[in-house]
């Protein structure tokens, strides 16, 4: 059972870097080069799927994690348990610093009229970005360490 966890924790944790990668490798450039009211009609796209799949996949793999690190004796358990906390990391950065931002963004209604105090959220959010998925690609490196030692 706990290779089975241990596959769908390494899935997970992939799935969660992966993600986060593709963001700041392709999306992030993309839409830095966007005027601001093409910028937050985009953003307001993105967000549609993300918001609500991204936090199960986390929160689930983040779960797994604890359960291995419960199950698992000796080494693993100290990984499993590094990998839960990294993992928990990601989902308080995205919470706390990222879904604010979001929600800046989604309140405008009308992208082609930006209200003249808003500031341009997209520096703020790619550093809260960076840091989340310097976060997740690590808690897959130590989940992919944990699973080869089980």
Not at 23 to 30: G, I, R
Not at 58 to 85: E, N
């Amino acid at each position: 059972m706990t290779e089975v966890l241990g596959a769908a924790a390494l899935v997970g944790s992939g799935v969660t870097a992966g993600v986060l990668f593709a963001v700041a490798l392709s999306v992030l450039p993309a839409l830095f080069a966007m005027e601001t009211g093409t910028y937050v009609y985009a953003h307001q796209l993105l967000g549609r799927n993300w918001d609500p799949t991204m936090p199960v996949i986390v929160l689930s793999s983040t779960l797994l994690d604890v359960a291995l690190a419960v199950a698992v004796p000796g080494t693993g358990r100290v990984l499993f348990a590094t990998a839960a906390v990294l993992l928990l990391a990601v989902s308080g950065v995205s919470h706390l610093c990222n879904v604010p931002i979001n929600r800046r963004v989604k309140a405008i209604t009308d992208p082609a009229v930006i209200p003249t105090d808003w500031q341009d959220p997209r520096p703020l959010w790619r550093r809260f970005h960076y840091l989340r998925t310097a976060l997740a690609v690590l808690a897959l490196a130590v989940n992919a360490t944990a699973v080869t030692t089980m």
